[in-house]
């Protein structure tokens, strides 16, 4: 399972989901519902943009889920957790995450992906961020994320 805000999608995602499709029988990629996040997509709207750029890869499954990451992993007979580390910075957060996680659920292993290194400075973040003020995401995001990107932060507040 690859848990995550996915707010929006953008190539890195994309990359890992790729390469971790080859690497297990069935892959769910797993958005957080947490309005506490304060997202700038809806989870529905995050659902579609998914739907949208991962129907090539038939073994990718698409869901939502609440509270906590290995407790929707456990329900969903998931015994790998997948999550992507860029730079050295995002280790600690994720050694944090893993080892809390690994503390609740010994059984399910969390397994790391390096990030393509095209990708290792793209974050959701960011892109919003460079999309907000006017600035060209082509090239980080999936197309159909830049539209809805420009949709949403054209339209109204
Ligand atoms: O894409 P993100 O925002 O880096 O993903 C973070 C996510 C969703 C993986 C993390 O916040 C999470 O697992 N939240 C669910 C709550 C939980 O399980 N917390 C304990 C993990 S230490």
Redesign the pocket.
């Given at each position: 399972m690859y848990?995550?805000?996915?707010?929006p999608i953008t190539n890195g995602h994309l990359d890992l989901i790729a390469r971790a499709s080859r690497l297990v029988d069935r892959l769910i990629v797993a958005i957080?519902r947490?309005e506490a996040?304060a997202p700038l997509f809806s989870v529905e709207e995050r659902m579609r943009m998914l739907e949208a750029v991962l129907h090539p890869y038939p073994n990718v499954e698409i869901a939502t889920f609440e509270?906590?990451?290995?407790?929707y992993a456990a329900e969903r007979g998931a015994n790998v957790i997948l999550?992507g580390i860029r730079a050295v910075s995002d280790y600690e957060y994720e050694l944090?995450?893993a080892l809390?996680?690994r503390r609740?659920r010994p059984e399910i292993e969390t397994v790391f992906l390096m990030a393509g290194e095209a990708y290792s400075y793209i974050s959701?973040r960011l892109v919003k961020e460079v999309a907000r003020h006017g600035g060209d995401v082509s090239g980080l995001v999936p197309e159909q994320v830049c539209e809805r990107l420009r949709w949403k932060l054209a339209g109204p507040a």
């Open positions: 848990p995550g805000s996915f707010d957080l947490n996040k509270g906590l990451t290995v407790g999550r944090q995450m809390m996680n609740l959701s």
